[in-house]
Structures are given as C-alpha cells and as structure tokens.
Nanobody, 114 residues
Framework: VQLQASGGGLVQTGGSLRLSCAASGSIFSIYNMIWYRQTPGKQRELVARISSEGSTGYADSVKGRFTISRDNAKNTVYLQMDSLKPEDTAVYYC?????????WGQGTQVTVSS
C-alpha cells in the first residue's frame, strides 16, 4: 500500500487543520490506519488510530481536540485538528497497519505559531 499525506501548514494557536492521507495499491478498508507525529530529537508519537472496523483511539495529549476518520470509498484517512497548540508542531505521518506491519507515507509538516 502506498500512502500520500497532505494538508499540513502554518496555523496560529487555537486554529484548525485537516490532514488527509490517501492510499493506493491495496485494499484500503482492511488496514488499521494510524497518524503519528515526530519532532526533532524525540521519538515518533502515536497521535490517533482508527481500526478497519472504525474504532478510534487517541493520545491523551490530543483527546478532545483531534478527530480521526476514514472514508473507505475514497481510500482516505483524515485527521481533523482543532484548538491547535504550539506543542502540536511536528511532522505528521500516516501509516497503514496490518498483522503488526506498518506501511508508511511521507510526512507533512504542521507548525503552530504562538
């Protein structure tokens, strides 16, 4: 499966962005989809995940502010990010997961100015 993330950019504190990750090359609906983020010098952090059945989970740091969703007809997973904070600044990556194997897309930069 190939993944293409988009939607990053520069936003002020309190603003919103919606990231998209389009998949191709495989049957999208069978994969769990995950958004990660990474800042320089830190480990990659799981931000949100959505299972193939639609169950969702979030890191404590984004609960109530971020929403993950998927549109299997469009082979796309989304991350709606609201009430953004400077500490949300990172490169965001999407991944497709199946049987413990992650398939990665390229990252998209999100910068939140204070």
């Amino acid at each position: 499966v190939q993944l293409q993330a988009s939607g990053g950019g520069l936003v002020q504190t309190g603003g919103s962005l919606r990231l998209s990750c389009a998949a191709s090359g495989s049957i999208f609906s069978i994969y769990n989809m995950i958004w990660y983020r990474q800042t320089p010098g830190k480990q990659r952090e799981l931000v949100a995940r959505i299972s193939s059945e639609g169950s969702t989970g979030y890191a404590d740091s984004v609960k109530g502010r971020f929403t993950i969703s998927r549109d299997n007809a469009k082979n796309t997973v989304y991350l709606q990010m609201d009430s953004l904070k400077p500490e949300d600044t990172a490169v965001y990556y999407c991944a497709a997961q199946r049987y413990g194997q992650n398939y990665w897309g390229q990252g998209t930069q999100v910068t939140v100015s204070s």
